[in-house]
């Protein structure tokens, strides 16, 4: 899995895989972790707009990666969730782990 990611303001945004489960997941989280630890990153927004579902082995990547980049000092965000993948999020509780935006933008502002 190759992961389409940009960097603004010292920032990495991931544009999450449309479905984002036991097969794409772990690609995602090693990709991810090469892709930060070349770039010296903390910060990271978690692009959801074309993802439409997501299974358990995601929402533990997410929840691995987030803790690890927390840990480090940095910041993660999500943005543009699909209201179904949204709806798991909820149902898992994760909503109040993660901070959720609508947009790129308002998610930069979060970050100092």
Same mark, same amino acid.
């Given at each position: 899995?190759?992961? @389409?990611?940009?960097?603004? /303001?010292?920032? %990495? ?7 984002? +489960? =036991?097969?794409? $997941?772990? =690609? ?5 972790? #090469?892709?930060? $630890? +070349?770039?010296?990153? #903390? &910060?990271?927004?978690?692009?959801? *707009? #074309?993802? &439409? ?19 480090? =000092? =940095? /910041?993660?965000?999500?943005? @543009? ?5 949204? #709806?798991?999020? +909820?149902? $898992? ?7 959720? %935006? /609508? *947009?790129? @933008?308002? $998610?930069?502002? /979060?970050?100092?």
């Amino acid at each position: 899995m190759t992961l @389409e990611t940009t960097t603004i /303001k010292e920032t %990495c945004i991931v544009l999450v895989p449309e479905r984002l +489960d =036991g097969s794409t $997941a772990p =690609g995602m989280e090693t990709d991810l972790r #090469k892709i930060l $630890a +070349d770039a010296h990153q #903390k &910060n990271v927004i978690f692009d959801f *707009s #074309k993802t &439409n579902y997501l299974a358990s082995a995601g929402m533990r990547a997410m929840l691995q990666l987030s803790r690890d980049l927390m840990k480090a =000092g =940095g /910041k993660v965000i999500l943005v @543009e969730l699909h209201p179904n993948v949204y #709806k798991v999020f +909820d149902m $898992a509780g994760f909503t109040s782990i993660f901070t959720i %935006c /609508k *947009s790129r @933008e308002e $998610a930069l502002q /979060k970050i100092p």
